[in-house]
């Protein structure tokens, strides 16, 4: 048993390019609400590297939050109510890594730095 790739292998293995069909329930997650928020909510002089640390922020300042209001020790376990938010943060965010990279594919906006910002901080 060979456990080599072939040349010909290699070659398909490097020039393929996934592509699936969206679902319904993508599509219309997509284009009734992303589209129009990251069209008309973001100013047009936001870059998409703007959209993905203004998704961020929320998470990273309820974790500094967490951690000056919390004991140290951890003595009493964390509010339910602070999952909750966490969860709403998640969720924040989520919607604005859609977002940036839509922004960045409409305005023909990318960069090695924004891809590397995109994927380090998702």
């Known amino acids: 048993m ?8 290699l070659t398909k293995l490097a020039t393929y390019k996934h592509s699936a069909e969206k679902t319904t329930l993508e599509k219309l997650y997509v284009e009734k609400l992303l589209v129009p928020i990251e069209k008309h ?3 047009a002089r936001w870059s998409a590297n703007t959209i993905t640390l203004l998704g961020q922020m929320p998470i990273f300042l309820y974790v500094l939050y967490l951690w000056a209001t919390q004991n140290t020790v951890m003595r009493e376990p964390i509010p339910d109510s602070s999952f909750v938010m966490m969860g709403l943060f998640l969720q924040w965010f989520s919607l604005n890594d859609c977002m940036d990279g839509m922004r960045a594919r409409r305005t023909r906006c990318g960069s090695p730095l ?4 995109d994927e380090a901080i998702d």
């Open 2 to 9: 060979n456990a080599y790739l072939t040349d010909e292998e």
């Open 114 to 117: 924004g891809r590397i910002i």
């Open 41 to 43: 909510l973001f100013p």
